[in-house]
């Protein structure tokens, strides 16, 4: 088993009190892990060692901070496999999804934010004869990058990228459920050759290590992905010292499929935006809007293909679908789906636990589920289930589509099945949500705002996005004679 530390000042260290929490491999129930129980000490330590570190990396040139970062991200593209590996384990998700899709967008986010910095100017405003107006943007100081347990170096690497080649400084929490390549990365960070301090990690709980650093005085701006409760928590906890805060939230996802849609490319969509990661992406669609003249024939094709989705040991390359994050969370998926048959629902596919055979039979497996004939009101149609669970509801107009798409707290990410130009155009335009995507799901450009509205979060990262929001804008007014 291993024992995960703490990496301050560029060293490994177990929490200060001694404490110490099992981390879980949720394909086998196993204990696969230590790490650190960290309370504020161990907060405060990181966060010293952030501030010590800052004047010189902040100081040093663009250049300089662009070549460490690709340095990284070429570690972890030389040590791919055995960083996916530990996804795996860590996650349940499957290794070729943890190789194919997380260890590929870890090493593009840096090279990714390492390059856009050579491509970033900022604003002059020329007042003639008067003077001359530039805008430094200046980075903020230690910042914390608080990530989720469902991409975990996927999002960490995200923050990360744009946070250190503006200037700052970091303490990082990966989530207590998947500390694993998070603490990978801090080894690599040092054979990358980031000065001790500019990157530091702290593992523990969310209430007592997370709650710890985003109340911390000295941390100058706050990057949280992960649940909306969670993030209106921490929106509290900042107010008061008014730093910077940006929160990419959950998200209750429509896809509206119209009657003119291609049926082969919409399943083969709809079965990737419904069921990757286990429908642990907060982008997933979890809400099938289907016009009810294809209704039928759809959910028809649609139950097929689900119900071919391998679930089973993460490690065999053939299986598409591995455990959820958590026992737990396993029993909170299941407790939905007993809601939409108390609802009246009926479930086409799944609907319950699975447990393969072999070393994977106390992992906490759920079939791919596909619910229909809920009522509007059902929370099923509502609430963020994170799982691999999705409603399906008719519509028999795109105004109606519409409204039912808007119809939810969250305002994410949308999908739109269509062959008609003018109608995706139109519908996107009314879509309440940060993204929408038309004829396909998760194509991502590095270069994009990504974020949600509503309850689905507050700001944007992504390209400049998230470089203006690692700075401070200062406007230098310079007299002109
Ligand atoms: N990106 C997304 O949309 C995600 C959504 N979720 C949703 O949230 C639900 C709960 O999952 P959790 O693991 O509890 O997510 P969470 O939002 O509580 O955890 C995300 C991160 O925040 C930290 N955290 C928790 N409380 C904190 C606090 N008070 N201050 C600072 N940091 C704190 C956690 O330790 C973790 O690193 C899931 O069932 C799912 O619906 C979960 C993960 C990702
Ligand atoms: O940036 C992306 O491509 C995906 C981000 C996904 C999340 O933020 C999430 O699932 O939490």
Sequence with gaps: MRTVGNFIAGRT?????????????????????????????????????????????????????????????????????????????????PRRLAREIDMQRAEANLRFFARAMSQWSSAGHDMGPTGFNYTRREPLGPVALITPWNLPLYLLTWKLGPALVTGNTVVAKPSELTPLTADALARLANEAGLPAGVF???????????????????????????????????????????????????????ALVFDDADLDRTVAGLLRAGFTNQGQVCLCSSRFLIHESIY?????????????????????????QGALISAAHRDKVLGYIDQARQDGGRILCGGEATRPTGRCQDGAFVLPTLIADLPPESRLHREEIFGPVVTLQRFSSEEEAI??????????????????LSRAHRVAGRLQSGIVWVNNWLVRDLRTPFGGVKASGLGREGGHWSLEFFTEPKNVFINGD
Excluded at 25 to 35: D, F, H, L, Q, Y
Excluded at 44 to 58: G, I, K, L, M
Excluded at 207 to 229: E, M, N, W, Y
Excluded at 405 to 417: C, I, K, P, R, S
Aim: proline share 6%.
């Design 296 to 320: 039928e024939p759809l959910v028809e094709r649609l139950v097929e293909a689900v119900k071919g989705l391998k679930v089973g040991d993460p490690e065999d390359e053939d299986n598409t």
């Design 13 to 93: 260290q177990p929490a200060l009190e001694g404490g110490s929490l099992e981390n879980l491999n949720p394909a086998t129930g196993e204990c696969i892990a230590r790490i650190p129980d960290s309370g504020p000490a161990d907060v405060d330590q990181a966060v010293a060692a952030a501030r010590e570190a800052f004047p010189d990396w902040s100081a040093r040139p663009v250049a300089d901070r662009m070549e460490r970062l690709e340095r990284l991200a070429g570690l972890i593209q030389a040590n791919a496999e055995e960083l996916a590996a530990l996804e795996s384990e860590d996650t349940g998700k």
């Design 403 to 420: 409204a039912l798409a808007n119809d939810v707290d969250y305002g994410l990410a949308a999908t739109v099945w269509t062959e008609g």
């Design 200 to 254: 530091n990690l702290v593992h523990g709980l969310g209430a007592r290590c997370g709650q710890a650093l985003v109340d911390h005085p000295d941390i100058k701006a706050v990057s949280f992905t992960g649940g909306t409760v969670t993030g209106r928590r921490i929106a509290q906890s900042t107010a008061p010292r008014l730093i910077k805060l940006s929160l990419e939230l959950g998200g209750k996802n429509p």
